[in-house]
């Protein structure tokens, strides 16, 4: 019998931790349970226990189990976006982590504006050029972020950030502070709020809140390990 509500309590206690600990609002850190291959029943069982977010990386998996539960979950797309899928990833996810280049934003904005919605999204940062990860350089996006800013169906509500590999969570705080700094810039050159970081999961999340993160995405510590690499994830083995 699986223990995911126990699990999941854990998690919370462990995020409520590091919020005291950086004297922040317990109310600013959303948890995404990160459900990818895991079934509905899986889902129901969190959601049970008081979790109402959760995310999703293979859109025809996903799309079966949406259909199966409640409307009133919030539903995070962390996948890699593929321009051809752009259109039945929309209408299933308000929230969408990995925009990773000013083509695909352009491109989900005309196809947002003909669906008449309205999706959030987190562009994608590669700070440290890794060429296995997609995302923005930091120059490109400093470069272009008035052309995101400036699309009209999709709403650029913050940065997200897979770090590299680290021996250690505290390894990869120094990529977490990186990114909230470029956004507080990003926010000053531009005269923008965004609101949101998407960073910090299973391994580093504490670190993650620590240095600002609004969204975690937590998978394993919650529904337990998963077996190989997920088609068309971004790299987050240790969600």
């Known amino acids: 019998m699986s223990d995911i509500a126990g699990q999941l309590g854990h998690i919370q206690s462990r995020i409520s931790e590091a919020i005291d600990q950086a004297g922040r609002d317990p109310e600013s850190v959303k948890l995404i349970a990160v459900s990818k291959t ?11 226990a008081g979790q109402g977010c959760f995310g999703e990386s293979r859109l025809q998996e996903a799309a079966t189990k949406i259909e199966l539960l409640p409307s009133s979950l919030e539903w995070h797309f962390i996948g890699k976006v593929q321009s051809n899928k752009v259109r039945k990833i929309l209408p299933l996810f308000p929230y969408v982590h990995a925009i990773d280049s000013f083509k695909l934003a352009i491109y989900a904005n005309d196809i947002a504006s003909e669906l008449g919605l309205f999706p959030k999204v987190f562009l994608q940062v590669n700070q440290s050029d890794e060429v296995s990860k997609g995302g923005f350089s930091v120059a490109d996006l400093t470069a272009g972020f008035e052309q995101a800013l400036s699309l009209s169906n999709i709403e650029v509500v913050g940065l997200m950030l897979i770090p ?76």
């Not at 895991?38 to 049970?48: D, G, K, L, Q, T």
């Not at 531009?190 to 998978?219: C, Q």
């Open 38 to 48: 895991f079934p509905a029943e899986s889902i129901r069982e969190a959601m049970e």
């Open 164 to 239: 590299p590999v680290t021996k250690s969570a505290e390894d990869a705080r120094r990529w977490f502070r990186d990114l909230r700094v470029l956004r507080d810039e990003l926010e000053q050159e531009f005269s923008v709020v965004l609101p949101f970081l998407s960073m910090g999961m299973s391994g580093d999340f504490e670190v993650a809140i620590e240095e600002g993160a609004t969204h975690v995405r937590v998978g394993s510590a919650i529904f337990g390990k998963r077996s190989g690499r997920v088609d068309g994830e971004l790299g987050e083995l240790h969600e």
